[in-house]
């Protein structure tokens, strides 16, 4: 008898979600967006002021991770700072620690970068979101990071 009043008491008490996850379509036009607004000025200006054009980009090695390199760091002020990027700002998402619900400091932000090109090169990382509950990808579960969208 105990046992069922306790079981019944767990079915009564819904707990109302404290964020309300990013769907994975909003994540990737975000992603989209970001690479448009942000990595393409960056490949741009590593193309025509730092290398002599397009022939000298597709030669070098050191020039496409100069331009990775920035857009990481670049990347990484905003997630640190603002807790949003260019792209997430336009979808009303940010990116928040998973335990505290706090904007994310800018070394786990650079963590969350390094994961992302990890997990995007396998692919495979980018399907986890399809199958947990939070919507979080591999590099979100590496970093400790939640995608949610933001409360107006």
Known sequence: MR????KNKQNTDKVKPKYIHASVVNRIKAFITDMFMIYMPVMFIVT??????????????????L???????IYSIFLSKLGQTPGKKAYNLKVVNAKTGEYIGFFRAMLRFVA?????????????????????????????????FEKD
Do not use: C, M, W
């Open 67 to 73: 331009g990775t390199l920035t857009y990481g760091v």
């Open 116 to 148: 992302f090109l990890f997990t995007a090169t396998t692919i495979l990382g980018l399907f986890v979101s399809f199958y947990t509950k939070d919507r979080r990808a591999l590099h979100d579960l590496v970093s400790g990071t939640l995608v949610v």
């Open 3 to 6: 046992f069922r009043n306790i």
């Open 48 to 65: 025509y002021v730092i290398v002599s054009g397009k022939d000298a980009l597709q030669a070098s090695e050191f020039a496409p991770l």
